[in-house]
Structure formats: structure tokens, C-alpha cells
């Protein structure tokens, strides 16, 4: 179906405003809004029609999406922008008849802005870019041993003291509660949903440069000690700005009440700015922690969260505590074959009626290396092509049933990425690899790697268009247009 100036959109939602733009950034057209009865395309609300976030796309003569909510909608714009391609003889859509929706409700990417910073005109880029793959929530690692990234009024030295910095001394920064709100909103209106996270009780380094009197002394370890010095970097003094990015030093005081109040006001304020029903209170790598108050601390602070009316998150560490709040989500971020306790404690989770999201890290890491010699990135789950990423099963992880794992999250560490060009780099195209094991079944027939090769190749026109510096990965046959 042709795509000319004179082609209208019908329908109400703002989805529509959204695919005019998205034309208009990648072809130049602007397409008008049908004020009659129809449109050359046709956007259309059927609750029920399909499963939550479906839709169904025909494209002949004209183009008619059905979503079952707004969020259908939008995935079926998306879709449709994906369909969008120019020959000779101008623009056309490719004719499809499509009946979709996703297999896992939770289709996640994670931002790491605490290594280094992003401010709002970034993330809202990043929201941009991973909603059109149709990830439907943003995890946002707000704190670490290098900044704390959020202001928390009853806690001011935090932004005040703690976020001018990033690893190897970059610029740092913070949100105001003004600019979470911002994000939170903007998440919304591409239908994502914020998971903010502040990690405790370990990477925590920031939290005692505000605060001292909250945190123990820097607990080095031989890892720490030896990367520090292979990578040149300071090793962690207490009270200072922490400029590298080695980890498992730091702890909270586990054992004094100023500790609970501390966690209690936090996760309050971040409860009463967050519309999503989950805060993460982070629980990874608190390798100077001893396991028995590591234990204390991860019931303690499950129960805060419980206490403000959220759903708390964690990284799998924490299911090593026998009473962590009840209904807890679990982030397991082992590896495809899990190794020491991990499906262990990944399993609790479970049993504590909560459930599990995947961020197997040899496959769903997007801050791991393309290649060895890829500039930008880490290596210590695995080098990860395309391939890779694209080849696993959230299921067969793990000795639990089917029904407890949520979903899918992809995480970005932003340890070695300074800029949103970077982070996109490492994003695409591995970040379409999750969203396709994430939202399509695995028995589907194109569900296999000769066809999403293809498909994400046909992609690199539109993320041209949309500005995404993408890898141009080798493994991939990208078109020209
Ligand atoms: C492990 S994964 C971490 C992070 C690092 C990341 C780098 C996890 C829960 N913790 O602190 O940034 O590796 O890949």
C-alpha cells in the first residue's frame, strides 16, 4: 500500500499522533488525521479483541490496526513503522495480516545511570528506542557505589554530596524529583512502566559519602584488588568519591535502626512518585556483608517496601533469605547454567510466592562484548553476539514451573559507556534479540535465527531514521533501505 501526502489516519488515540511523527521522521511525509468516518489508515480500540497489549494488522488496500488497549495500539504502530519501506517508486507499506500479542507480560530493559549518568532528554531517547521493540518496562539503577542519582527530600546530602561524579571521574549528576516525575510520564505515554531501583545493603559506597554514619569501611577483596590495579584504578576510601568500578565493599550498617529509617524514608518517597507497582531494592554482590545479616537486612527491607504498598523487587542474592517478604520478584542474573547457590536462590523466590524475572547474564547482558575486540563493554559473563543473545529460553533456566517466571529483562551497566551513543551501541541490535524471546512464541514459525536475522536487518533503515546508533553487528544482513 502506497504511502503518499495525501494518505490519512483515522482514529482518536495518540497512538495515531505517534505514527505520523514516526512517518514523518522517516520519510518526510507528513500524513494528515482523517476528520470523517475513515482513513486510509485506520486505528481502532476493540477491548478484548486480543490479549492484553495485542492488536491485529491488516495491510492491502488499507492499513487497519486493532489493538486490545492503548498498548496494542501503539505495538501495532510499531509494527506497522517496521513494515514501511522505499523503492524506486516512492514509500509503501508491505502487506501483512497479522494477530499479535506478547507471551510474557514483562518485557524489560534496565539503565544503568549511577556508573554514569543520563539525563532526561537521554532516557526519554532510550524510552523512545526500546518501547518501539515493545519492552514495556524501564528498570532504573538509580544508585551505586558511584553516585546516588535521585533527590530524596528527607535525605538531601545524597544528591547534594554524592552525584557530581561517574566512573573515572565523569561528569555526574541527579533527578530532581520534577525530572523522575518527567521520565515516569514519558515511560507512560510509550506505555512503560518504571521500576526504580536503589541498590542495598551493598553498593552503597555513595550513600556513606553523604552519610557516613550509615555505611561500614570499605571491605576490599582480592577481585577488587587485582582488577583495581590491572585497570589502574583507586581502591575505595571511606567517606570519598568512589571513581572505579570494582565491586563488593561496600555494606549499609545492617545492625543499626538509623539504617530501617533510612530505607523506610527512601522507599517511601520513591513509592509515592512511582505509579508501578514495584520498587527494587537492589541485594547484589554484598560480598563484605556477612550472609547472616545480609539475611536480616533482605527481610527487613522486603518488608519496607511491602509497608508503602509496592511489590519489592530484588536480585536473586536475596532469595538466600529464608522470611523475604512474601511475594517478592526475584532478578536472577546467573548464568544460562546456573553456578554455585543461584538457582537455589532464585528458586525461594518462588517459594515465597513471588516469582522470577530472567536476566540470565550470558545472554541478556547488553554491557557484555560483541566481539573481543568490540570497544565498548565488559567481558566477565561471556562475549555475546547477536546469536547468542537471540539463543536461550527463559524457561529452561531454571527447576521452577513456567508460570513463575514473568518475563524478560535486559540490563545495561554503564560502567564503560559515556554517552547515550554508547549505550545504544551495546543496546542495538542485541536489545531486539530479548524483545523477540521476550514477546513471540516460542513454536512460532519465524521464532528461529536465519528469519531474525533477516527481520532485524530489515530494521536498520528505521532506527537510521529514528537516530539510533546501532552496532551494524557482521552477523546480520543489514539493508540499505
Ligand atoms: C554485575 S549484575 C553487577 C553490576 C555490574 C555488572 C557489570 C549485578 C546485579 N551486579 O554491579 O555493573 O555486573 O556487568
Not at 33 to 46: A, N, P, R, V, Y
Request: aromatic share 8%; proline share 6%.
Amino acid at each position: 500500500m502506497p504511502i503518499t501526502a495525501t494518505t490519512r489516519v483515522h482514529g482518536s488515540s495518540p497512538a495515531a499522533a505517534q505514527l505520523i511523527d514516526a512517518v514523518e521522521r522517516r520519510t518526510g511525509i507528513r500524513l494528515s488525521t482523517s476528520d470523517g468516518t475513515s482513513g486510509e489508515i485506520e486505528l481502532l480500540i476493540d477491548h478484548g479483541s486480543s490479549a492484553p497489549e495485542g492488536y491485529t494488522l491488516e495491510i492491502g488496500e488499507r492499513a487497519i490496526i486493532v489493538g486490545a488497549d492503548e498498548a496494542g495500539l501503539f505495538y501495532g504502530v510499531q509494527t506497522l513503522l517496521q513494515l514501511l519501506r522505499q523503492d524506486d517508486s516512492g514509500w509503501a507499506l508491505l502487506g501483512a495480516d497479522i494477530a499479535d500479542s506478547p507471551r510474557f507480560p514483562r518485557r524489560g530493559v534496565m539503565l544503568d545511570v549511577a556508573r554514569h549518568f543520563f539525563g532526561v532528554d537521554y532516557v526519554k531517547k532510550f524510552i523512545d528506542s526500546t518501547s518501539s521493540l515493545k519492552f514495556n518496562h524501564l528498570h532504573l539503577h538509580l544508585s551505586d557505589d558511584q553516585g546516588w542519582r535521585v533527590h530524596i527530600d528527607a535525605w538531601p546530602l545524597l544528591t547534594e554530596r554524592a552525584s557530581a561524579t561517574s566512573v573515572g571521574g565523569d561528569p555526574g549528576g541527579f533527578y530532581t524529583k520534577a525530572d523522575y516525575r518527567e521520565i515516569v510520564a514519558y515511560a507512560a505515554s510509550r506505555h512503560m512502566i518504571v521500576i526504580p531501583e536503589i541498590d542495598l545493603p551493598g553498593h552503597t559506597h555513595a550513600i556513606g559519602v553523604a552519610y557516613p554514619e550509615l555505611v561500614e569501611a570499605p571491605v576490599l577483596n582480592d577481585n577488587l584488588i587485582a582488577d583495581s590495579a590491572r585497570l589502574g584504578q583507586p581502591l575505595p576510601v571511606a567517606g570519598e568519591t568512589y571513581l572505579g568500578w570494582g565491586v563488593g565493599h561496600s555494606s549499609v550498617r545492617i545492625h543499626e535502626e538509623r539504617t530501617y529509617d533510612f530505607v523506610r524514608d527512601v522507599v517511601h518517597e520513591l513509592a509515592e512518585m512511582t505509579p508501578g507497582a514495584y520498587i527494587h531494592i537492589g541485594g547484589d554482590e554484598s560480598l563484605g556483608t556477612p550472609q547472616a545479616d545480609f539475611d536480616l537486612f533482605a527481610e527487613r527491607a522486603t518488608a519496607i517496601v511491602v509497608e508503602a504498598g509496592k511489590i519489592p523487587m530484588a536480585w536473586h542474592e536475596m532469595g538466600s533469605a529464608t522470611n523475604i517478604a512474601e511475594g517478592t520478584v526475584g532478578q536472577y542474573w546467573g548464568k544460562t547454567t546456573p553456578e554455585g547457590t543461584h538457582a537455589e536462590e532464585a528458586a525461594h523466590f518462588v517459594e515465597r510466592g513471588g516469582a522470577l524475572i530472567m536476566s540470565a547474564a550470558d545472554v541478556t547482558y547488553l554491557d557484555m562484548k560483541y566481539t573481543e575486540d568490540f570497544p565498548l563493554g565488559l567481558t566477565w559473563a561471556g562475549i555475546i553476539d547477536v546469536r547468542s543473545a537471540y539463543e536461550w529460553e527463559p524457561t529452561a533456566v531454571l527447576d521452577v514451573p513456567d508460570t513463575a517466571i514473568l518475563g524478560v529483562e535486559a540490563p545495561l551497566w554503564s560502567e564503560t559507556t559515556r554517552t547515550l551513543g554508547e549505550v545504544e551501541q551495546l543496546v542495538f541490535p542485541r536489545a531486539a534479540a530479548q524483545a523477540e524471546v521476550a514477546w513471540s512464541p516460542r513454536e512460532a514459525p519465524e521464532r528461529g535465527w536465519e528469519s531474525f536475522r533477516v527481520r532485524v536487518g530489515a530494521l536498520a533503515p528505521l532506527w537510521k531514521a529514528e537516530g539510533i546508533d546501532f552496532h551494524p553487528a557482521d552477523e546480520i544482513p543489514w539493508s540499505a533501505r
